[in-house]
Each structure stands twice: as structure tokens, then as C-alpha cells.
């Protein structure tokens, strides 16, 4: 059941991965960002199945939820009719295809070679969400707060960039 | 069927980052990149996830979950500059971003 449903969400993760950078039917962002959504929800899947339901929760809220509707409100705003027409060069995707490949099939092999994981099980009752609040608010407490400070460094840096007339 | 083990979702992993990484070389469209940029960090999550599973240990779950803080801070602060970019020179295309060669 566990490992059909691994199977089910990484298929799906994957194909619309793919389809987020290269749409055969269309070069329209909207469509790419709708198939980012459907790798996120996927994602979030197996998180799941890792036993991280905190994280798929944050991956379904903050990713689908907030950070693609920005995503979508900045394609909205800005006129893309004209990108849509430019195509992907003939060169560029051959040379990219080997380039992204090679390096998979290198990862891939380091995996296989490494034994990564052999003999590990996982834990029957591992990654609940109390276990990672203690942990976030005692041994992670200082790296807690300053990704706070990070968060509003970006929304000062968003709001000064946001102006009419950069000074 | 083989039980799902650690490799399984390191494989899926990078397979995912180097789809990423293709859409970062091929596509041209800065709005796209940045969504390949997204796939990356998922990528790099779900290996930080699988780590933090099978080696019972919940240090991993926690770096992905300032790894989502760094993204959302990140991808506000990029969409603002590109808003930006495309108020001044009326493009997103990043052929078209030359301002520093000539």
C-alpha cells in the first residue's frame, strides 16, 4: 500500500515537474505555475509518507497557498502575450538536457554506489508535530528568531522595491 | 514489490533538482526560471525530509522548515524585482536583460 502510493505521488511529482518547465502545448507561465501547484500537493504526498505532516501542511499553505498566488498575481499584472510566442532554442535545450542529465545520472549513480540507508528502518512514531515544536523552541530557538528578523528584512526590501520611483 | 527505502527518495529527489536545473539552462522567461528555482528547493526538502526519516532524526525536518521561510522571503523579494525590471525596461524575457554588457 505505502510503497504504491510512493510510486503514485513520485510519478506525479515528477510528470508535472516536467511539464512546469516544458508544456508541449503551451508556453503560457500560468499554465507552468498551475503545474507547480500539482507538484507541491504531490510533494506535500509524500511528505506524508515520510511521517513529516507538520511540513506537508506548511507545503500545502505556504507554497500552494501564498507563494503561488503571488507568482500568479505577478503574471497577471504583467503583459505576457508577446513571451508566449518565443520558443525554446533547438541548441540550448540539447546542451541543457545533456548538462541536467549527465549530472542526474552522476547523483544517481553516487546513491546506488554509497548504499545509502542500508539497514536503516524507520522509526514507528517519529516526526510528530510536538516532538518538533520542543525541538524548534529550545535547541532552535536563536535560528527561530532570526528567521523572523529575515522575514521582515524581505518585507521592508519588497515594499522599498515595490515603489514607483527607486531613490 | 521492494519495500521504499532511503534511495528511492533520494533518486526522486534528484531527479526532480535536475529538472530544476534544466528549466533554470533552457528556459528563457524569468518568471519560469524562478518557478525551476522553486522545484529546486522542493527538491533539496524531500531529500532533507527523507534524511530526517530514516535516520530518526528530526534535525533535517527543521532545516526544511527555514528552507520554506528563506523560499517564501526569497520568491516576495524576486517577484518585487522583477515587477521592477519589467516597470523600467517592459520585459521578462532575460535576453533582453543586457543593461551590463555594453
Same mark, same amino acid.
Given at each position: 500500500?505505502?510503497?504504491?502510493?510512493?510510486y503514485?505521488?513520485a510519478?506525479?511529482?515528477?510528470?508535472?515537474g516536467?511539464?512546469?518547465?516544458?508544456?508541449?502545448?503551451?508556453r503560457n507561465?500560468?499554465?507552468s505555475?498551475m503545474?507547480?501547484?500539482?507538484t !507541491?500537493?504531490?510533494l +506535500? $504526498?509524500?511528505?506524508?509518507l515520510?511521517h #513529516?505532516f507538520f511540513?506537508a501542511?506548511v507545503?500545502i499553505l *505556504?507554497y500552494?497557498?501564498a507563494v503561488?498566488?503571488?507568482?500568479?498575481?505577478?503574471?497577471m499584472?504583467l503583459?505576457?502575450?508577446e513571451?508566449?510566442?518565443r520558443? !525554446?532554442?533547438?541548441g +540550448? $535545450?540539447?546542451?541543457?538536457?545533456?548538462a #541536467?542529465?549527465g549530472?542526474?545520472l552522476?547523483?544517481?549513480a *553516487?546513491?546506488?554506489?554509497?548504499n545509502?540507508g542500508?539497514?536503516?528502518?524507520?522509526?514507528s512514531?517519529?516526526?510528530?508535530?510536538l516532538?518538533?515544536?520542543k525541538r524548534l523552541?529550545?535547541?532552535?530557538?536563536?535560528p527561530?528568531?532570526l528567521?523572523s528578523?529575515?522575514?521582515?528584512?524581505?518585507?521592508?526590501?519588497?515594499?522599498?522595491l515595490?515603489k514607483?520611483?527607486l531613490? | 514489490m521492494?519495500?521504499v527505502?532511503l534511495?528511492?527518495?533520494?533518486?526522486?529527489?534528484?531527479?526532480?533538482?535536475?529538472l530544476?536545473?534544466l528549466?533554470?539552462?533552457?528556459?528563457?522567461?524569468?518568471l519560469?526560471?524562478?518557478?525551476?528555482?522553486?522545484?529546486m528547493?522542493?527538491?533539496?526538502?524531500?531529500a532533507?525530509?527523507a534524511?530526517?526519516r530514516f535516520?530518526n532524526?528530526?534535525?533535517g525536518?527543521?532545516?526544511v522548515?527555514?528552507?520554506i521561510?528563506?523560499?517564501a522571503?526569497?520568491?516576495?523579494?524576486?517577484l518585487?524585482?522583477i515587477?521592477?525590471l519589467?516597470?523600467?525596461?517592459?520585459?521578462t524575457?532575460?535576453e533582453?536583460?543586457t543593461?551590463l554588457?555594453?
Amino acid at each position: 500500500m505505502q510503497a504504491c502510493l510512493f510510486y503514485l505521488f513520485a510519478a506525479l511529482t515528477l510528470l508535472c515537474g516536467v511539464l512546469v518547465i516544458a508544456n508541449p502545448f503551451t508556453r503560457n507561465p500560468v499554465t507552468s505555475a498551475m503545474f507547480l501547484v500539482l507538484t !507541491i500537493v504531490s510533494l +506535500a $504526498g509524500l511528505f506524508v509518507l515520510l511521517h #513529516a505532516f507538520f511540513l506537508a501542511a506548511v507545503q500545502i499553505l *505556504v507554497y500552494a497557498g501564498a507563494v503561488m498566488v503571488l507568482f500568479l498575481f505577478v503574471i497577471m499584472l504583467l503583459d505576457l502575450k508577446e513571451e508566449e510566442r518565443r520558443k !525554446i532554442k533547438a541548441g +540550448a $535545450g540539447v546542451l541543457g538536457l545533456a548538462a #541536467a542529465g549527465g549530472i542526474a545520472l552522476l547523483m544517481i549513480a *553516487v546513491i546506488r554506489q554509497s548504499n545509502a540507508g542500508v539497514g536503516l528502518k524507520p522509526a514507528s512514531a517519529e516526526g510528530s508535530t510536538l516532538d518538533l515544536g520542543k525541538r524548534l523552541f529550545t535547541d532552535y530557538a536563536l535560528p527561530f528568531e532570526l528567521i523572523s528578523l529575515v522575514l521582515l528584512v524581505a518585507m521592508i526590501g519588497t515594499v522599498l522595491l515595490s515603489k514607483k520611483d527607486l531613490k | 514489490m521492494t519495500p521504499v527505502g532511503l534511495q528511492h527518495y533520494l533518486v526522486v529527489s534528484v531527479l526532480l533538482f535536475c529538472l530544476g536545473l534544466l528549466g533554470v539552462l533552457v528556459r528563457r522567461n524569468v518568471l519560469v526560471i524562478y518557478m525551476s528555482l522553486e522545484l529546486m528547493l522542493n527538491a533539496a526538502n524531500l531529500a532533507l525530509t527523507a534524511f530526517s526519516r530514516f535516520n530518526n532524526n528530526l534535525d533535517g525536518q527543521i532545516i526544511v522548515f527555514f528552507i520554506i521561510t528563506v523560499a517564501a522571503s526569497e520568491v516576495a523579494v524576486g517577484l518585487a524585482l522583477i515587477v521592477a525590471l519589467y516597470r523600467r525596461r517592459h520585459t521578462t524575457h532575460v535576453e533582453d536583460m543586457t543593461a551590463l554588457k555594453n
